[in-house]
């Protein structure tokens, strides 16, 4: 069970199923259960602790999550693709560029409408897990560097969205219980970075951390981002795999099999019925999350990728065509759990913007994603028939006719 949540096609399909499991209890008669669930308080009253069930899964299962994005970027930035300046800078840039159309196509839809300004981040985040599993059911043939393109942009796009939400959507900050969080971090650190992995030991320091950050005012989810810098990620002394790799293979499956989808069910679950659908389609904060996601984050990763490497010396990667990147740039629009998360702390839960901006991020996503797997499904196809090409023998003798001709 482990080693299935660790793929990405899995975490995708859970993550989907939490969410329109939320949706049918919203829509029908369990719509009472459903909120009953997403209220009821667990937890101390010592350090405000005593929180909804919905705020346990946005605060803290989803540090969980921004645990492993963590980890993800600290290898990207040591030994991936991000190590190499040459290979990152035009992923590095799409990212940023297709954080910042976004939000500007939402000012623009929203630019009458001064109050769901405020919203201006919802659409500029890319659901990795979920583009992931997208890329891997119709990507079976497509290049192996076309994944680590969107592999480097949604880690860096994870980034901006972890300093987004830092700076802009955490509440006022309490200085001491901010300082008091680098104790536990500080002794995390030195014992992973020793190597010391007693989980009865470095689980409650995450846990000390994660609740004096919550404390502090800066949003939660960002002690998840801190400890998992700190883990070590270059193989030593003959490892077979880094720490960090052991560490992020048990995690991933909580993360992907629990924290994820259970934030995708206590956050999507919106009422489509009774207006909810037409107040949506009315609401600007919606329309620009929609066309931020839809619209946006396209022009800003395909417009942001080929300006980058007309004007400068970074080069598309050659087994890729700017078709593929098209594509991916679509993929990117799914927005999901950082973009429920963002409108969450820019509107509050049960606001009225809240539950139209959620109807259009689901909308948002899901158009975006289909979007996606139609023209990456053509690319599949073409790719698949190069291989075969390549691989054929037609003359029976065991040996591919391409390199006989060559």
Same mark, same amino acid.
């Given at each position: 069970? !482990?080693?299935?949540?660790?793929?990405?096609?899995?975490?995708?399909?859970?993550?989907?199923?939490?969410?329109?499991?939320?949706?049918?209890?919203?829509?029908?008669?369990?719509?009472?259960?459903?909120?009953?669930?997403?209220?009821?308080?667990?937890?101390?009253?010592?350090?405000?602790?005593?929180?909804?069930?919905?705020?346990?899964?946005?605060?803290?299962?989803?540090?969980?999550?921004?645990?492993?994005?963590?980890?993800?970027?600290?290898?990207?930035?040591?030994?991936?693709?991000? $190590?190499?300046?040459?290979?990152?800078?035009?992923?590095?840039?799409?990212?940023?560029?297709?954080?910042?159309?976004?939000?500007?196509?939402?000012? +623009?839809?929203?630019?009458?409408?001064? @109050?769901?300004?405020?919203?201006?981040?919802?659409?500029? !985040?890319?659901?990795?897990?979920?583009?992931?599993?997208?890329?891997?059911?119709?990507?079976?043939?497509?290049? &192996? +560097?076309?994944? !680590?393109?969107?592999?480097?942009?949604?880690?860096?796009?994870?980034?901006?969205?972890?300093?987004?939400?830092?700076?802009?959507?955490?509440?006022?900050?309490?200085?001491?219980?901010?300082?008091?969080?680098?104790?536990?971090?500080?002794?995390?650190?030195?014992?992973?970075?020793?190597?010391?992995?007693?989980?009865?030991?470095?689980?409650?320091?995450?846990?000390?951390?994660?609740?004096?950050?919550? &404390?502090?005012?800066?949003?939660?989810?960002?002690?998840?981002?801190?400890?998992?810098?700190?883990?070590?990620? $270059?193989?030593?002394?003959?490892?077979?795999? &880094?720490?960090?790799?052991?560490?992020?293979?048990?995690? $991933?499956?909580?993360? =992907?099999?629990?924290?994820?989808?259970?934030?995708?069910?206590?956050? @999507?679950?919106?009422?489509?019925?009774?207006?909810?659908?037409?107040?949506?389609?009315?609401?600007?904060?919606?329309?620009?999350?929609?066309?931020?996601?839809?619209?946006?984050?396209?022009?800003?990763?395909?417009?942001?990728?080929?300006?980058?490497?007309?004007?400068?010396?970074?080069?598309?990667?050659?087994?890729?065509?700017?078709?593929?990147?098209?594509?991916?740039?679509?993929? !990117?629009?799914?927005?999901?759990?950082? &973009?429920?998360?963002?409108?969450?702390?820019?509107?509050? =839960?049960?606001?009225?913007?809240?539950?139209?901006?959620?109807? =259009?991020?689901?909308?948002?996503?899901?158009?975006?994603?289909?979007?996606?797997?139609?023209?990456?499904?053509? $690319?599949?196809?073409?790719?698949?028939?190069?291989?075969?090409?390549?691989?054929?023998?037609?003359?029976?003798?065991?040996?591919?006719?391409?390199?006989?001709?060559?």
């Amino acid at each position: 069970m !482990a080693a299935a949540l660790r793929a990405e096609t899995i975490g995708g399909v859970l993550l989907l199923a939490g969410a329109v499991l939320a949706l049918v209890m919203a829509n029908t008669t369990l719509r009472d259960r459903y909120q009953a669930w997403g209220q009821t308080r667990l937890g101390p009253h010592l350090w405000h602790l005593d929180l909804p069930l919905r705020s346990w899964a946005a605060d803290g299962l989803l540090a969980i999550f921004f645990f492993v994005a963590g980890l993800e970027l600290k290898r990207e930035l040591v030994v991936g693709e991000l $190590r190499d300046l040459n290979k990152a800078v035009l992923p590095i840039g799409a990212a940023v560029c297709g954080v910042v159309a976004p939000a500007l196509v939402y000012v +623009a839809a929203a630019a009458a409408h001064p @109050a769901v300004r405020i919203g201006w981040a919802i659409p500029t !985040a890319t659901d990795i897990a979920f583009a992931l599993a997208v890329l891997a059911i119709v990507g079976s043939h497509l290049p &192996s +560097a076309l994944r !680590a393109f969107l592999l480097t942009l949604a880690v860096v796009d994870d980034l901006i969205a972890i300093v987004i939400i830092a700076a802009f959507y955490s509440s006022s900050l309490s200085v001491a219980p901010m300082l008091g969080a680098l104790l536990p971090l500080a002794a995390f650190t030195v014992l992973v970075q020793r190597g010391w992995t007693p989980w009865w030991l470095l689980l409650p320091l995450a846990v000390a951390t994660w609740v004096l950050v919550h &404390s502090s005012g800066i949003h939660a989810t960002v002690a998840g981002v801190l400890l998992g810098l700190v883990v070590p990620v $270059r193989h030593r002394g003959g490892e077979e795999h &880094s720490l960090g790799e052991r560490i992020e293979h048990a995690v $991933r499956p909580v993360s =992907a099999g629990v924290a994820v989808p259970l934030f995708a069910f206590f956050s @999507a679950g919106v009422v489509l019925g009774g207006g909810g659908l037409a107040d949506a389609v009315r609401d600007p904060a919606a329309i620009g999350v929609a066309l931020g996601l839809v619209v946006g984050k396209p022009i800003g990763i395909l417009g942001g990728s080929w300006a980058i490497a007309r004007f400068t010396h970074a080069e598309l990667d050659e087994d890729l065509a700017w078709s593929d990147v098209f594509g991916l740039s679509l993929l !990117a629009g799914i927005g999901f759990t950082v &973009s429920l998360l963002i409108g969450e702390l820019a509107f509050g =839960a049960d606001s009225a913007h809240d539950a139209a901006v959620k109807v =259009a991020v689901l909308s948002g996503s899901v158009f975006a994603a289909l979007c996606a797997a139609v023209l990456l499904r053509r $690319r599949n196809r073409r790719y698949r028939l190069i291989h075969e090409r390549e691989t054929a023998d037609l003359d029976g003798d065991g040996v591919p006719d391409v390199y006989v001709q060559s």
